[in-house]
């Protein structure tokens, strides 16, 4: 099972699905629902499923144009 996720049983799951899914989204805790004492489905956030994805996204910094040359005409180009 996933660490520091919240076990639910099969029946309060049903009674009260759309409170824990907004519980999720806001927490980012997964669910765990059980059937019997046994797990059965995982409720996860999207969030953390896109994070995990993209986790260099925004970690470049663009500077400037590295391809054109940085210095002026050599003496050999002329």
């Excluded at 797990?39 to 054109?68: F, W």
Aim: glycine residues 6%; positive net charge.
């Amino acid at each position: 099972m996933v660490k520091n996720a919240k076990i639910v049983p099969a029946s309060q799951f049903k009674a009260k699905c759309l409170a824990l899914l907004d519980e999720v989204a806001a927490t980012g805790q997964p669910i765990v629902v059980t059937k019997h004492g046994k797990p059965v489905a995982q409720v996860v956030s999207i969030r953390d499923e896109t994070e995990t994805i993209n986790p260099l996204k925004g970690s470049v910094l663009y500077q400037k144009d590295i391809v054109s040359p940085i210095l002026g005409p050599w003496e050999m180009d002329q």
